[in-house]
């Protein structure tokens, strides 16, 4: 069985940072994870999932970052493949970046953005940014 687990959402004052982990697990995981193309899609209430950022895999993308627009300069996508996490750096919140999180993975040889394309879902991480 796959497991995706996000932490470290909070409240936040406008202009601080949060750091987001998504811990995989289970045994596609185990074996495979750095292959994994992984991605980070954020849900406000009342609107539809849109993707956040993005990170490649082994499988043919390794490297590769992705970012929506509105969050570029200011959230870093990396990844530990030794401990199956992925993290999210969000620096200089905004109140319209409040949402929650979810954490994603795909196989795939190249960065997908689009939320239907990604196979394993986390249960998601609540970050609420007070202005």
């Known amino acids: 069985q796959v497991q995706l687990v996000e932490s470290g959402g909070g409240l936040v004052q406008a202009g601080g940072s949060l750091r987001l982990s998504c811990a995989a697990s289970?045994?596609?995981?185990?074996?495979?994870?750095?292959?994994?193309?992984m991605g980070w899609f954020r849900q406000a209430p009342g609107k539809e999932r849109e993707f956040a950022a993005a990170?490649?895999?082994?499988?043919?993308?390794?490297?590769?970052?992705y970012y929506l627009d509105s969050v570029k300069d200011r959230f870093t996508i990396s990844r530990d493949n030794a401990k199956n996490t992925v993290y999210l750096q969000m620096n200089s919140l905004k109140p319209e970046d409040t949402a929650v999180y979810y954490c994603?993975?795909?196989?795939?040889?190249?960065?997908?953005?689009?939320?239907?394309?990604?196979?394993?879902w986390g249960q998601g991480t609540q970050v609420t940014v007070s202005s």
């Open positions: 990170i490649g895999g082994s499988a043919g993308s390794a490297g590769a970052t």
């Open positions: 994603a993975a795909v196989l795939s040889r190249t960065v997908v953005t689009g939320a239907g394309l990604y196979d394993y």
């Open positions: 289970g045994r596609t995981f185990n074996n495979y994870f750095s292959k994994y193309v």
